[in-house]
Nanobody, 117 residues
Framework: HVQLVESGGGSVQAGGSLRLSCAAAGYTSKTGCVAWFRQLPGKEREGVASFTTGGGRTYYADSVKGRFTISKNVAKTTLFLQMNSLKPEDTAMYYC???????????WGQGTQVTVS
């Protein structure tokens, strides 16, 4: 049974930083992908950053390149999203996701709210 639980969201002023965490219980894959998405009410979910579990390749949306960093702990049980130089347009609900093939996500967390003012 796979469970993803996000934490670390909150309210911050523009220019500040937050670090999101996603505890991934029961998930292992050498061919899959883990990622962070975000979504505003009434809008489509947007991919923010992803990390392939096999080769460790990363992907970032253009809107966050140079500001956000996706990483995992050594035990591969927790996914992080370090967010620096936050902007008001980064305000959204942030979700972590995991899947067994590239760009396919089978599991989602419940989300953590990030508000930048």
């Amino acid at each position: 049974h796979v469970q993803l639980v996000e934490s670390g969201g909150g309210s911050v002023q523009a220019g500040g930083s937050l670090r999101l965490s996603c505890a991934a219980a029961g998930y292992t894959s050498k061919t899959g992908c883990v990622a962070w998405f975000r979504q505003l009410p009434g809008k489509e979910r947007e991919g923010v950053a992803s990390f392939t579990t096999g080769g460790g390749r990363t992907y970032y949306a253009d809107s966050v390149k140079g500001r956000f960093t996706i990483s995992k702990n050594v035990a591969k049980t927790t996914l992080f999203l370090q967010m620096n130089s936050l902007k008001p347009e980064d305000t959204a609900m942030y979700y972590c996701a995991a899947g067994y093939t590239i760009a396919t996500y089978d599991y989602w967390g419940q989300g953590t709210q990030v508000t930048v003012s």
